[in-house]
C-alpha cells in the first residue's frame, strides 16, 4: 500500500502561451480546467531592452542589475529561471537561476519539492522525467528527488524526447507506485523559437503534449489501488513568446503563465484562481504531501486554495 493516499502529478509543458493554449483547442487541458480550477499571473521579471533567447536553453546575458533600493528581481524570462522557481517555491533572486546559464544556483538552501517531499517524509516515492536534461544536470531537480528519467531534446530533437519521456512516465504511473512525480515536455517551447507561438506547427506540438497529458492520466486511473488514491494534477508553463517566437524580456506576453489544479475524481467547477504564480506549485504539492513549508525555508509562494 503506498505511503500516502494524496499523491500528485505536475506537467510542466515549457513557452506554452494560454491565449494559445484556449485558441488552438486541447480537450484534456480543457477538461482539466472544466473540472478543476486555473488562472494566470505575471512573471515579477524581465529584461526589457536586451536580446531575446532565440532558442531554447539558449544563454542570453542578464542585463547589468542596477542600483535600487528594495527588492527588485533581475532575471531574463528564460527557462531556468521558470523552472528554477517551478521547482523551488522561490524566486531567481533566492534561487540564483536568472537566465540558462545556471551559474550561481542556490538549490542547496532551496531545493525542489520533491526533495524537501522526502526530506519531510523519507518514505516517499518520488519521480522527475525531463526532456530538457539542463534541469537534471544543474540540480533543478537534484538526485535526492528520487527516480529520474533524463532525455536530451538537441541530442535526439525535441518531439522523439518528449515521446520518450511521455512513454517512461506512463510506464512509471503504471507499474510503480509514486507519491509525487514531474514531466517536463519542451516541444512547444522548441517549435515557438523557430515558428512563433501562431503557426500550425506550435498548434500541433500543443495538442501533441495534449495527448500525452491524457496518457499520463489514463495510466492513474488505470492503476488498481487507484480507487484508494486521491491524486491531483498540477499543469503549468515557464514564460511565454513574443509572436514572432523569443523570450528573455519584460513584455506580457513573455511574463503571462498559468497554473491549471484538477483533483481527478472531483469537480472543483472550473472556477477561477485569482493569479496564481509558478512559486505557488512547490508549496501546494508539499501542503497535499503532509509536508508543512517551513517559515525558515523562506519561499515566496503558498499553497493555492483548492
Known amino acids: 500500500m503506498s505511503a500516502s493516499k494524496n499523491k500528485v502529478l505536475v506537467v510542466g509543458m515549457d513557452g506554452l502561451r494560454f491565449d494559445r493554449l484556449q485558441a488552438v483547442g486541447a480537450p484534456v487541458l480543457a477538461e482539466l480546467m472544466a473540472s478543476g480550477a486555473y488562472g494566470t499571473s505575471l512573471l515579477p521579471y524581465g529584461e526589457a531592452g536586451t536580446p531575446r533567447t532565440e532558442s531554447a536553453g539558449e544563454v542570453v546575458p ?6 535600487t533600493g528594495g527588492r527588485t528581481i533581475r532575471s531574463r524570462t528564460d527557462s531556468g529561471p521558470g523552472w528554477s522557481s517551478i521547482a523551488t517555491g522561490a524566486w531567481p533572486d533566492k534561487h540564483g537561476v536568472v537566465d540558462n546559464s545556471f551559474t550561481a544556483p542556490q ?29 537534471a544536470e544543474h540540480g533543478a531537480f537534484g538526485p535526492a528527488a528520487g527516480h529520474r528519467f533524463v532525455r536530451d531534446g538537441y541530442a ?27 514531466v517536463y ?26 495527448a500525452y497529458l ?12 487507484y480507487a484508494g488514491e486521491r491524486w491531483t494534477v498540477l499543469v503549468t508553463t515557464d514564460h511565454g513568446h513574443v509572436d514572432e517566437g523569443g523570450h528573455g524580456g519584460d513584455s506580457e506576453e513573455e511574463r503571462r503563465v498559468f497554473v491549471i489544479v484538477c483533483r ?4 472543483l467547477g472550473g472556477r477561477s484562481l485569482s493569479g496564481p504564480r509558478l512559486v505557488d506549485v512547490a508549496p501546494t504539492v ?21
Not at 164 to 171: K, L, S, Y
Not at 296 to 303: T, Y
Open 62 to 67: 542578464k542585463a547589468p542589475e542596477p542600483a
Open 214 to 225: 491524457g496518457r499520463l492520466l489514463g495510466a492513474v486511473r488505470a492503476r488498481p489501488s
Open 264 to 267: 481527478l475524481g472531483e469537480h
Open 156 to 182: 535526439i530533437g525535441w518531439a522523439e524526447a518528449d515521446t520518450q519521456v511521455a512513454d517512461a512516465a506512463g510506464r512509471h504511473l503504471a507499474e510503480g507506485d509514486p507519491d509525487a512525480m514531474f
Open 107 to 135: 538549490f542547496q538552501k532551496f531545493p525542489d519539492f520533491l526533495t524537501r517531499a522526502r526530506h519531510a517524509r523519507p518514505e516517499l516515492s518520488t519521480a522527475a522525467f525531463f526532456s530538457w536534461a539542463a534541469l
Open 286 to 306: 508539499l501542503a497535499l504531501l503532509g509536508a508543512d513549508v517551513d517559515p525558515a525555508w523562506e519561499l515566496d509562494g503558498e499553497p493555492l486554495p483548492l
Open 185 to 210: 515536455l519542451g516541444e512547444t517551447d522548441d517549435v515557438a523559437h523557430d515558428l512563433g507561438p501562431h503557426c500550425p506547427e506550435y498548434a500541433a506540438a500543443l495538442q501533441t503534449q495534449d
